[in-house]
């Protein structure tokens, strides 16, 4: 694991305990593994080709309701499973140790608010979002 992932992790871990309301770093990380394991998954596309997903599913307004400022608008596991599909839930399950119904609730619990931790101005962040975390990852190690 490199030196960013771990930071990553670590942020990921924080920002899903904050967001669980709890400390537990077992809980958080658990969700912050499922998130960055799906915003990393290639087939997903990473956040854009998330939003595209949503949008073709037919939960356009749900979604944009979680990267506007306005409230975010809820979704249902059932919702979750059909944008994401089995294979991706599979996956996720299978890399957290929960089953893909379990995923999928905590997804629908959760994923509205890290999409609008991501997109604090209301909007996508542009560019390759790994490229800009390790240039403001290489900015703190100049300091």
Request: no cysteine; charged share 10%; aromatic share 4%.
């Given at each position: 694991?490199?030196l960013?992932?771990?930071?990553?992790?670590?942020?990921?871990?924080?920002?899903g305990?904050?967001?669980?309301?709890?400390?537990?770093?077992?809980g958080?990380g658990?969700?912050?593994?499922?998130?960055?394991?799906?915003?990393?998954?290639?087939e997903?596309?990473?956040?854009?080709?998330l939003?595209?997903?949503?949008?073709k599913n037919?939960?356009?307004?749900?979604?944009?309701?979680w990267?506007?400022t306005?409230?975010?608008?809820?979704?249902?596991?059932?919702?979750i499973?059909?944008?994401?599909?089995q294979?991706?839930?599979?996956d996720?399950?299978?890399?957290?140790?929960?089953?893909?119904?379990?995923?999928?609730?905590s997804l629908?619990?959760?994923?509205?608010?890290f999409?609008?931790?991501?997109?604090p101005?209301?909007?996508?962040?542009?560019?390759?979002?790994?490229?800009?975390?390790?240039?403001?990852?290489?900015?703190?190690?100049?300091?």
């Amino acid at each position: 694991m490199g030196l960013f992932d771990s930071i990553a992790g670590q942020v990921m871990q924080q920002a899903g305990s904050a967001l669980s309301g709890t400390n537990d770093a077992a809980g958080g990380g658990n969700m912050a593994a499922m998130v960055m394991g799906l915003l990393n998954n290639p087939e997903v596309g990473g956040i854009q080709g998330l939003v595209a997903a949503f949008q073709k599913n037919g939960l356009g307004d749900t979604v944009a309701s979680w990267i506007s400022t306005n409230a975010n608008l809820p979704i249902s596991a059932d919702q979750i499973m059909s944008v994401l599909g089995q294979g991706s839930l599979s996956d996720l399950a299978a890399k957290t140790g929960l089953s893909s119904g379990d995923v999928a609730s905590s997804l629908s619990e959760h994923l509205p608010a890290f999409i609008d931790q991501l997109t604090p101005n209301g909007q996508l962040p542009t560019g390759d979002l790994m490229a800009q975390g390790m240039n403001l990852l290489k900015g703190f190690m100049k300091s």
